[in-house]
Structures are given as C-alpha cells and as structure tokens.
C-alpha cells in the first residue's frame, strides 16, 4: 500500500524510531530503503525518538548495526530536548537522574551536575534496568523538593518479545508516591517538536512526521502543524485508531510503503 500526501511537496521528514524503523535491534522490513531514498534525495530528515538510553552516536552504531545507516546529526532524542530545555530554565544547574548514558552525557554536556544532594531536579529518563534503591531515592529527594522531570510519558514500548514498560509507568509510579507530576520533555510535548523543527530550519507545512503511536508521535505532529503518517509495525493497532478523536493524515501497513512517495518526491524536485 503506497501512500498518497496531499498538499505541499516535502521538504523535510520526521520520522519516529522504536516500531517504526526497528524493534530492539531487529529491523523493519523497507527501513534500510527509507533512509536510503531519503539520503538519495537530498531531503532533510531527523529520526526522532523518545527513547533516552543511547546517544546518538550509540543509536547511529545500533541502527548500522541493523543494516540502517543514519547520520549522528540525523538523530534527536528526548535525552537531547531534556537537556536543551534545562539550560534554558536553569543554566549550569544540578539533577539526580535515573537514567542511562544517553540521559546523563546529554545533561554533562549542557554543563550539569549528577548528585543526590539537594539536586533542583530529579530527571527520569528510560532504562532497561531501574533500580529500587534509585527510584526509592528519586521519591525522597521530590519530596524534598527537587523538580520532577521526565524524558518522556510513554508507558510502554515495543519490542519482538511484545511490550515493554517503559519511563511513563516509572513516572507514574513516583508521582503515585510523591503527589508530584513530572513535567514531560519528550513526544507529544510541543518542545520536542520545535526542537527538531529548529536543529534542521523545517517548516511545518512542508513537513512529514512517521510515527507507530497515536498518543505521542501522531499528535505531536498533528498540533505542531504536520502532516502525519501512522504505521501500524508498533504499538498502536489498526483497529485502535478509530478509538481516537483525531486521526493521523494517511495509515499505512509500514515505512516500506513510504519509499515510493519519498522517491516521487525527488523525481518531482
């Protein structure tokens, strides 16, 4: 199933990560052509992801490792749009953080400080191994005072297994103990989109944004102006979109059905 854009020719793509270009490390049928149609025409393009374990030069060595080939530049994460929203709140300022490398480099580089003594914030971010003790400290120190943050709200992610928790169900639970609702960076928050939007100069009208979720990636698109397209290779089922009050521009079965629209585009450019 090819699908069909209308309106404006695109200019630039945004493009989800987890379920839509792999699951864990094992890819997506038409991923590698993606990218490749995508880099063959000369298209801007960000592969977007809430998930805050990798850098992106991890992520870049991962998905190469899955046969995908992106550029460090082309990957942002809620790690980086964590970060980036941080040292415009607080400059220079400190944060315990439950998290993995691509959480606490992205927070080292803007300047901050990792401690567990009277942080100004606790910064939750995913990981494949959350300690009792850390969360139990995180709880502590919010409800001392330090400001809840979170990479992300997902609850769940997808993975060949079937799902998996992820950060929005850890947040849950700290707010569940602490009475406090982290602020979420991540996808569908409007930051992360202009964020992206910004580190390539796209403009919304002649902007795609591919996404496997309704609640995250297709709303975020969907309120910053986008054109968005859902494939159904990940957490959100065909049968389940009706369910919402919005709907996605075009749904299609997966990314391979987007490698002959990209390479249209080129030929029409």
């Given at each position: 199933?090819?699908?069909?854009?209308?309106?404006?020719p695109?200019?630039?793509?945004l493009?989800?990560?987890?379920?839509?270009?792999?699951?864990e490390?094992v890819?997506?049928?038409?991923?590698?052509?993606?990218v490749?149609a995508l880099?063959?025409s000369?298209r801007?393009?960000l592969?977007?992801?809430?998930?805050s374990?990798?850098?992106?030069?991890d992520?870049?060595?991962?998905l190469?490792?899955s046969g995908?080939?992106v550029?460090e530049?082309?990957?942002?994460t809620s790690a980086?749009a964590?970060?980036?929203?941080?040292a415009?709140?607080r400059?220079?300022g400190t944060?315990?953080?439950v998290?993995?490398?691509?959480?606490?480099?992205?927070?080292h580089d803007i300047?901050?400080?990792m401690?567990d003594?009277?942080p100004?914030?606790?910064?939750?971010g995913?990981?494949?191994?959350y300690?009792f003790?850390a969360?139990?400290?995180a709880i502590r120190?919010i409800?001392?005072?330090?400001?809840?943050?979170?990479?992300n709200?997902d609850?769940?992610?997808?993975?060949?297994?079937?799902?998996?928790?992820?950060?929005?169900s850890?947040?849950?639970?700290m707010?569940?103990?602490?009475?406090r609702?982290?602020?979420?960076?991540g996808?569908p928050?409007p930051l992360?989109?202009?964020?992206?939007?910004?580190r390539i100069d796209a403009?919304?009208?002649?902007?795609v944004?591919?996404?496997?979720?309704?609640?995250?990636?297709i709303?975020s698109?969907?309120?910053?102006?986008?054109r968005t397209?859902?494939?159904?290779?990940g957490?959100t089922?065909?049968?389940?979109v009706e369910r919402?009050p919005y709907?996605p521009?075009e749904?299609v079965?997966?990314?391979a059905?987007?490698v002959?629209?990209?390479k249209?585009?080129?030929q029409?450019a």
């Open positions: 199933m090819t699908a069909h854009l209308t309106g404006k695109v200019h630039t793509w493009t989800d990560m987890d379920g839509v270009l792999v699951h490390e890819p997506i049928p038409g991923a590698t052509e993606f490749e880099k063959a000369g801007r393009f592969v977007l992801t809430n998930n374990i990798f850098t992106p030069r992520l870049r060595a991962r190469l490792g995908i080939d550029p530049e082309a990957i942002w980086l964590t970060a980036q929203f941080l415009d709140q400059p220079h944060a315990y953080v998290g993995e490398a691509g959480l606490t480099t992205a927070l300047g901050y400080v401690t003594r009277d100004d914030y606790v910064v939750l995913e990981t494949r191994t300690s003790e969360i139990t400290r120190l409800d001392g005072g330090a400001r809840f943050i979170a990479t709200p609850p769940s992610g997808p993975s060949q297994q079937g799902m998996l928790p992820a950060t929005g850890v947040a849950a639970l707010s569940t103990a602490t009475g609702t982290p602020y979420f960076v996808k928050n992360m989109m202009r964020s992206a939007l910004n403009h919304s009208e002649s902007t944004m591919i996404g496997d979720r309704m609640d995250t990636d709303i698109g969907l309120e910053a102006g986008l397209v859902l494939v159904t290779t957490s089922r065909p049968e389940q919402f709907r521009t749904v079965d997966s990314i059905d987007l002959a629209l990209v249209h585009e080129e029409q």
